[in-house]
């Protein structure tokens, strides 16, 4: 299952790439520094546009990788001896220490599950394994009406305390704590806060799929990111997203998923039921300053479907864009806050 994730992502950054190289080559014949490596059994790539001796580059691929790894050691649920796994063997009951990183995005995902009323949990790891999305290895089925039961009981993000003033947390039930919704925009977060303190002001990143950009892809030109046609059958831009000092964060039912009976059964599990989601919102993408912010308000609303997605979107000022299937066509609607941004000419190129 990670190869075809990882499959299916490799689309999206060769996409996202094409996009990026075909910009540059308008404004210029020198083609910018593009470094790459593999991290969360997937891919990162990087765009830097200026200057740089080999030493330079050879110095900045070192240092994302390094930064990524450090992410990976801490967050993944498929290292046995992550800080992450040591946690969900800690007693329950029982605080414990966290690094400064892991609390910080503990305390994101919690302010994010309060605000979503619980759409984004990342207390759902048992339920994430139990469906095959996870490190348990299992048939693609559906599971046993009791262990869901079982599993979903044991979740729910008001069963996770936080001690801000010690930087400790513990479980209060048998829950798993999965932080895939979070872990890698806030590994991209990491890997841009670090190419700033090394004076690169113009740079993308992608980590398997999330991406951030600062300054430009070229003078006075915007990064161009593209919004795929949430079909995974087909490698195309839907929309076209120009930004700059922006992260995208993008959910979908079309890069992660399996049939059963021949019904799709999504990767993406709506912490209420316990089940994979279950409406025709294909796609989201969040455009926030923070990837780890993105990347988990973009998981809630692919819970929430459309609607409930949208007035939560207006009700917290966030820049949202949502792609469903309506009578076998794709319909984009986007947030307030996103039209208020591009302007009236702008949202409706998006939308028509």
């Not at 030493?55 to 450090?70: F, H, N, P, R, S």
């Not at 932080?179 to 090394?198: E, I, N, T």
């Not at 059964?265 to 025709?280: C, R």
């Amino acid at each position: 299952m990670l190869n075809r994730k990882f499959n299916s992502l490799l689309k999206f950054s060769l996409l996202l790439a094409l996009l990026t190289l075909v910009a540059c080559t308008e404004q210029q014949d020198k083609q910018p520094v593009r470094l790459q490596g593999q991290i969360f059994g997937s891919f990162w790539l990087a765009t830097l546009p200026d200057e740089w001796t080999p030493t330079q580059v050879k110095q900045l691929q070192a240092g994302i990788q390094g930064e990524l790894d450090k992410v990976d050691a801490s967050m993944s649920t498929y290292k046995p001896d992550s800080e992450l796994n040591r946690f969900n063997q800690a007693p329950l009951g029982q605080w414990v220490d966290l690094s400064a990183e892991l609390f910080e995005v503990f305390n994101l995902s919690q302010s994010i599950a309060s605000l979503s009323q619980g759409a984004f949990d990342i207390t759902v790891g048992g339920l994430v394994n139990l469906w095959n999305f996870g490190p348990e290895v299992r048939p693609e089925a559906i599971p046993e009406t009791s262990l869901l039961k079982e599993r979903l009981a044991a979740s729910g993000y008001q069963y996770l305390e936080l001690d801000n003033e010690n930087q400790a947390a513990r479980r209060l039930r048998d829950s798993s704590i999965d932080l895939s919704g979070v872990a890698k925009g806030y590994a991209v977060d990491k890997v841009a806060q670090w190419l700033r303190q090394q004076g690169v002001d113009n740079f993308l990143v992608n980590v398997s799929g999330e991406v951030i950009v600062a300054g430009q892809r070229a003078p006075e030109q915007a990064w161009r990111i593209g919004v795929e046609v949430p079909d995974g059958s087909q490698q195309k831009a839907h929309h076209i997203l120009e930004l700059t000092d922006e992260s995208v964060a993008t959910s979908g039912d079309y890069r992660n998923f399996y049939e059963f009976n021949g019904k799709r059964l999504s990767h993406t599990i709506n912490p209420k039921t316990g089940s994979p989601v279950d409406h025709n919102l294909a796609s989201v993408t969040v455009i926030h300053p923070s990837n780890a912010a993105a990347d988990a308000w973009a998981t809630a609303f692919m819970v929430l479907g459309t609607e409930a997605s949208l007035n939560l979107a207006n009700r917290e000022n966030l820049k949202v864009l949502l792609i469903s299937k309506e009578e076998g066509a794709w319909k984009t609607q986007v947030s307030n806050y996103l039209q208020q941004s591009l302007g009236a000419e702008l949202t409706n190129k998006l939308l028509n």
